[in-house]
């Protein structure tokens, strides 16, 4: 009688054979694990390709009714005048940490301000930190401010309500 330990090789060759096969068709789909902890789970699926910067500038040509509006641009894609510097492009896996790393800032915020503080809110400060730690600023906007026009990159933080400028040049 043949033992059964020898069959387990052939099990894991043929379990890590079709994991190699499914893999590629899933990072072309966008999958999402769903919570059965609760009875009232949420999830929510997202394209994994949609995740990377675009591999090509292609500038909204769709015009506004409103008088004035902005071009935003992501850090990294190829639109930025920041993403130049192509030995610095970010791989995917720092681009996944860094957003895992700002939403977990923005839920651990959410977790402390739910608590009841005994503070006013005119007591309680909270300085202003640039989302750079977190990459958190992920979205470039150039305006022209001032007589004559200086043009200045401002960098939404999507981890807080700030928006970031440059106050002196960069030092080379």
């Known amino acids: 009688m043949a033992s059964p330990t020898g069959f387990i090789p052939v099990r894991f060759l043929l379990s890590a054979s079709l994991f190699l096969l499914l893999l590629p068709s899933s990072l072309k789909k966008g999958y999402a694990l769903k919570r059965i902890e609760t009875s009232e789970s949420r999830h929510h699926t997202v394209q994994v390709s949609s995740l990377l910067p675009a591999s090509l500038c292609n500038p909204t040509t769709k015009g506004s009714n409103k008088k004035s509006s902005l071009k935003v ?100």
Do not use: E
């Not at 639109?79 to 720092?94: F, G, M, V």
């Not at 923005?106 to 977190?134: E, V």
């Open 73 to 172: 641009v992501h850090r990294n894609g190829p639109c930025s005048q920041l993403s130049q510097d192509k030995a610095n492009t970010p791989t995917l896996t720092q681009i996944l940490y860094h957003d895992q790393s700002r939403v977990n800032s923005i839920h651990s915020r959410l977790a402390f301000n739910s608590g009841k503080t005994s503070l006013q809110d005119s007591q309680a400060t909270i300085p202003a930190q640039s989302g750079s730690m977190l990459g958190s600023g992920n979205y470039i906007v150039t305006v022209g401010l001032g007589s004559p026009k200086r043009d200045l990159s401002l960098i939404f933080d999507t981890g807080s309500d700030l928006t970031w400028t440059q106050c002196q040049p960069c030092v080379k």
